[in-house]
Nanobody, 124 residues
């Protein structure tokens, strides 16, 4: 399973970014797809997840209403749209795939495969 995250960058508070996780159709049809983030000196935190059939989504309370997870079947990518960004959103963002169930999908241990991460920096 290969996951390639991209799209990070420097943006001002209130701005937007679009993160992409390139993978395969086999991967996102087989696994729950998740996004996590890790700020310097902090643990890796759940951001969002997408079910195998793309019909269900889950979000951390801190990003609900601002971030949207989806997938582009034509490009075999999982997208995380980041809107209304805040300085506290600054982190390395990772995409992940795993056989997570609803009760566990907010935990990094539920995911077997990880991309390399992409840095998002939000300036105030």
């Amino acid at each position: 399973v290969q996951l390639q995250a991209s799209g990070g960058g420097l943006v001002q508070a209130g701005g937007s970014l679009r993160l992409s996780c390139a993978t395969s159709e086999r991967t996102y049809n087989r696994y729950v797809m998740g996004w996590f983030r890790q700020a310097p000196g902090k643990e890796r935190d759940f951001v969002a997840a997408l079910s195998r059939n793309g019909g269900s989504t889950w979000y951390a309370d801190s990003v609900k209403g601002r971030f949207t997870i989806s997938r582009d079947n034509a490009k075999n990518t999982v997208i995380l749209q980041l809107n209304s960004l805040k300085p506290e959103d600054t982190a390395v963002y990772y995409c992940a795939a795993g056989s997570a169930i609803v009760s566990s999908l907010r935990y990094p241990s539920a995911y077997h495969y990880w991309g390399q991460g992409t840095l998002v920096t939000v300036s105030s």
